[in-house]
């Protein structure tokens, strides 16, 4: 079997219900839509945590939190994890990553054999939340609605600096790819930190959304009072008292955030182009790691359970899937298994650890019946969250609050909890034997504590003294880089160049 090369684009904070079956009629994203064509679209994917370095840790190695230990943003992701890298690279792949995936620890390779830029957030332990402080934010780094008030025309910014460098560098290597100078087959992984805020947009892109009518979320803000507990503690991390949040500014905000989903195509673009002109073939994925509420209900970013912020888009380019649209729940942490499966690599070895269920056979008309998880474990709460999708289902449970269960189908915005229900009680007893059995909530707890504290001491000390980084530094060798004078130029020539000359 001849393996076939794998291109992975993965996009940040991209709100799965914009993408129905593909990105919405009304977004201008014409190179995913004709990714649409030829992919297995899954309607109803999840994130295993709605939050960035969680969420990619589970989506690289097929774990849930509880078993990867990544509880939030500074948990370290540990190197002796599997990841889908370590898979296919211990099959014979060339793996490398262009961009974000938000890895903490001294250890940022997790597999990859070559990392073409450094990741836009820190390594360190510095954004450690802590439950024995319940409601303190932490202002240096937690988010606050200042992202929302800010947002408008930017011609560039911290995000599109890194983004424009993850496109550059992942074009270039789909370029060295071609001069076939490693006959290994290839695994490449681009990874951007748009649609992310903060949500400002190039001009260019800005102006494709005059007179859009989606500016205004469909379910608009709640009082405070009206919202559900932990819906109150993300507000309050978020430090929305300080902040006047207008009409206006929601509509610049969600302008400048699909404008970004429009940046975010021109650059797959430019890298699709390098990879069809050069006439190479690989199987395709896009996915997101976790979605963003825009503001319906008042709420923005992540970190909640509720659809705009735990649903993602995945599609799935492959002569061995269908294309089509998949209604079934899935995950992102079936990502790892999906790709092993494809690329016909083993993970046999630790598949009774793995949670991840491979989506191949959905794509030959197979079915699923099994629950996807999520658990949530970061700032603004203060003990797990986790929750079971299954069939038109959704059930949440965190031991700080009232049980939540929403009926997706006949109720698509998750604005009555059946919990208490009597015609529900059936369902409720069903999803809830169904955590009792994969959750022991105060065991989770006390190992998310634990980690927390021993995080806190070992940043605080190393803080004291000499500080050496753990931040990613990409290796540019400059002695071997175009032409120096321990080569043959002819050769160099001849060897840079595709399609080679006669």
């Known amino acids: 079997m001849t393996q076939p090369n794998i291109l992975i684009f993965m996009v940040d904070q991209l709100n799965g219900t914009l993408f129905p079956d593909g990105p919405a009629d009304w977004l201008h994203a014409p190179n995913l839509k004709a990714l649409v064509a030829r992919s297995t679209r899954f309607k109803n994917c999840y994130t295993a945590s709605p939050l960035c370095a969680p969420g990619r840790a589970s989506f690289m190695s097929g774990l849930l939190p509880s078993r990867s230990r990544v509880y939030d943003n500074a948990a370290e992701f540990t190197s002796d994890i599997p990841t889908y890298a370590h898979h296919l690279r211990r099959a014979g792949y060339q793996t490398c990553l262009s961009g974000k995936m938000h890895f903490v620890g001294p250890d940022q390779m997790h597999g990859f054999e070559e990392r073409l830029t450094t990741d836009i957030y820190p390594a360190d332990f510095g954004w450690t939340p802590d439950y024995r402080k319940p409601g303190e934010r932490i202002d240096w780094w937690y988010h606050n609605m200042g992202s929302v008030t800010g947002s408008g025309i930017a011609e560039t910014s911290n995000q599109m600096e890194y983004d424009d460098e993850v496109a550059h560098h992942a074009r270039a290597k789909i370029y060295d790819l071609a001069r076939g100078n490693d ?125 705009g912020s735990s649903r993602v888009p995945l599609m799935i380019a492959s002569s061995n899937m269908e294309p089509g649209l998949i209604e079934a ?61 299954q069939g038109k289902w959704k059930y949440n449970r965190c031991a700080l609050d009232p049980d939540q269960l929403f009926d997706l189908k006949n109720d698509p915005h998750e604005l009555t909890n059946q919990a208490e229900n009597p015609a529900h009680a059936d369902t409720l007893a069903r999803l809830s034997a169904m955590a009792d059995e994969r959750w022991n909530l105060d065991q989770f707890d006390a190992n998310i504590r634990e980690s927390q504290a021993r995080r806190w001491v070992v940043y605080e000390a190393l803080r004291n003294g000499n500080y050496y980084p753990w931040d990613y530094q990409p290796l540019q060798k400059a002695s071997e880089r175009y032409m120096r004078n321990h080569m043959d130029l002819d050769t160099v020539e001849e060897r840079a160049r595709f399609p080679r000359g006669e």
Not at 203 to 230: F, I, R, S, T
Not at 238 to 260: K, M, T, V
Not at 335 to 359: D, F, N, R
Request: charged share 30%; aromatic share 12%.
């Open 329 to 389: 729940p899935v995950s992102n942490i079936d990502v790892a298994p999906t790709l092993c499966e494809l690329a016909g690599v083993s993970m046999e070895e630790i598949m009774p650890w793995v949670e991840g269920e491979s989506l191949v056979h959905l794509g030959q008309g197979g079915k699923r019946t099994s629950p996807v998880a999520m658990e949530y474990t970061a700032e603004a709460s203060y003990a797990p969250m986790v929750s079971l999708r």
């Open 183 to 307: 006959d290994r087959p290839w695994a490449l992984t681009v990874s951007f930190t748009h649609p992310h805020d903060p949500y400002v947009a190039r001009k260019k892109y800005w102006d494709l959304y005059e007179g859009c009518e989606h500016l205004l979320p469909e379910v608009p803000a709640m009082d405070y009072e009206d919202q559900d507990n932990h819906s109150k503690r993300i507000f309050d991390a978020n430090d929305w008292r300080s902040f006047d949040i207008s009409e206006d500014d929601i509509r610049r905000s969600r302008r400048a955030y699909f404008a970004n989903i429009s940046y975010l195509d021109d650059k797959i673009g430019e890298i699709m182009e390098a990879l069809e002109s050069t006439k190479q073939e690989a199987i395709i994925m896009f996915v997101s790691d976790h979605g963003d509420m825009l503001g319906e209900r008042g709420l923005w970013f992540k970190m909640s359970f509720f659809e």
